[in-house]
Nanobody, 116 residues
């Protein structure tokens, strides 16, 4: 089992920045992917960014150029640096650990609110 603890969410003005962190612990395999998702009220959960164990990244078109995902493999940490934030970015952000279809875990979520 894997436990994920997120931090860094909060209230920020449009154009501002936030950095989310996710710490993974428990039984972690050598190869795993870490993802960030978000979900706004009444909306489907959306994949925001993903990073593999070797550092390959992918981003949703809506955040490309503004968000950066990174990881510290030694500490089992994943980050999401969010710049040029927009009100549309307001959502609960979730960290996900993925090893296989039968071994994946979600964090509890952290609220990000972008408002003036």
């Amino acid at each position: 089992q894997v436990q994920l603890v997120e931090s860094g969410g909060g209230l920020v003005q449009p154009g501002g920045s936030l950095r989310l962190s996710c710490a993974a612990s428990g039984t972690l395999f050598s190869i795993y992917r870490m993802d960030w998702y978000r979900q706004a009220p009444g909306k489907q959960r959306e994949l925001v960014a993903t990073i593999t164990h070797v550092g390959s990244t992918n981003y949703a078109d809506s955040v490309k150029g503004r968000f950066t995902i990174s990881r510290d493999n030694a500490k089992h940490l994943v980050y999401l640096q969010m710049n040029s934030l927009k009100p549309e970015d307001t959502a609960v952000y979730y960290c996900k650990y993925y090893h296989s279809d039968n071994y994946l875990y979600w964090g509890q979520g952290t609220q990000v609110t972008v408002s003036s």
